[in-house]
Structure formats: C-alpha cells, structure tokens
C-alpha cells in the first residue's frame, strides 16, 4: 500500500530523451509526465482521507517541484542528477530543511537529509548494489557512519523488484506488464523515494499483488494486498484501486498527465 508523501519525505524528477533523428526539423518525441497524484484510502467505518500531491516541470522536461498540502518541496540538479532538494513544511515557510545527494560516479553513494531546527540531527541514508546496478540494500540512520542503522534488503525479477526485507518483515509483488505511472522519472529519484515503499516508484511495471509476511515466534502473519488498473491509450494507468484480503477497497489512485 502507498505511504502518502508528506513534505520532508517527498521529492521527483523527470528526464527523459528525445528520439534521434537525422532530420533536424523532424519533431522530436513527446512523453506523458505524471502531474498530479489523487490518492483517496477509504476505512470500514465509512470516512475516507485524499491526499493530492502536484508535479511541475521546466521547459526540458525536469521536475522542479512538488507540491501539496503540508507545503512544497524544490530540486536542485547537476545536469541530470538531482543534488538537493530543499523542503518549505507550511505556508508560513517554517521549519525548512533540505536533503544533499551524494554519488559514486552513477551511483547514489548516500543521502544526507539535513535537519537545522534540531540540533545535530540527520539522517543518513546509504547504498549498496548488485552486479546489475540495481540498489541490494539500502540503510537508515540518524547518525553520520551509520553505527545503529535499519537496513531494507532488494531482490529483482528483472527490472522490477520482487522482494523486499526488512528486519522480520518480507514483501513480495508481483506485477502486470504496464507501464508504471512513474515510468519517467529521473532514476536516481525513484531510488531515494524507493525506501518509502511508494507504489510502482522503483520498477518498470505496476505491481498487482503485495504478499506480505511477519515472521513470528508461534507463527507468521500473511497479508495479501490486491491491486487493478485502467490504463490511457499510452499504456500508462489513470486508476489504480488496492483491495484487501477481505475485498475491501481501501486505497484509490487517479494520476493525470501532461506532455511536454
């Protein structure tokens, strides 16, 4: 299930390549870039919670901010990496704090998310990856070395990831074969975001199931989420809906695009 973004957690870029051509009056291609977000969690008890969030690009097609209720958050990039993004929580602008990007040539290194209004206080976020390139484990932390850390451990079907564990929790997804709604996001974006298991964020496709099990003394607890969508002309869903084990519709999302 998606953990809706408040600022402080949130952050998206988009790049993307325009096709070859030895023609140069020959237009290039145009790519649907996700511009707002509805998502809608509904309870047993009838009340619902919407949470919208907004994207909004510059003329080459980078995400430059992302907005929604608890304030907004801007990017900062080098060329195609993003190297800061700074958070403003409210409308009054109180309480800002940012996050610097820090790399091993094409990789994200670690993460650093700055707190200036508590002192001495950060989080640390660090990498590892597989012979693919692809993140195998990713830690958190409130210290710079990272002494005491929680660590979340990947494992891939393709370019999708197929599991995820974290301490006695394990995650497993399975997927359609459609395009996820954040196909174009920048990538080193989608990994940062990736620890805060936002649906679809770090993999090609969309998941349609999350099987998840607590590990236990006695026993393990097993949850199974299910996922449908309906998808545009491009192959890019407009409507995700994420029921229980029950068949309860607890989670809605509506995604709108624009083109560039």
Partial sequence: MKKHLFLGMMGAAIFFNSCSSNDENEPTEKKLLLSKVTTTYFYKDTKTQIYIDKYEYNAQGELIKISNDYGFTTIEYDKDKPIKLNYHVDDQHKENYD???????????KIEQHY????????????TYNTNG?????????????SESNTTFYTYSGNNISVKKLSS??????????????TYMNKYIKI?????????INNNNNYIARKSTISG???DFVNTLTYTYEY???GLPVKGTGKDSDQFTFVQYNYEYITL
Avoid: M
Avoid at 99 to 109: A, C
Avoid at 134 to 146: G, L, N, T, V
């Fill in 99 to 109: 996050s610097e990007v820090y790399y091993n040539g094409n990789q994200i290194n």
């Fill in 134 to 146: 692809q993140i195998a484990s990713s830690s958190s932390c409130w210290s710079p070395d990272c």
């Fill in 217 to 219: 003394e006695v026993s």
């Fill in 169 to 182: 929790t394990k995650f497993e997804y399975f997927y359609d074969n459609k395009l996820s709604p954040y």
């Fill in 116 to 127: 200036p209004f508590i002192t001495d206080k950060y989080i640390t976020l660090k990498y």
């Fill in 192 to 200: 940062w975001l990736e620890r805060f298991d936002l649906n679809h």
């Fill in 232 to 234: 545009n002309s491009s």
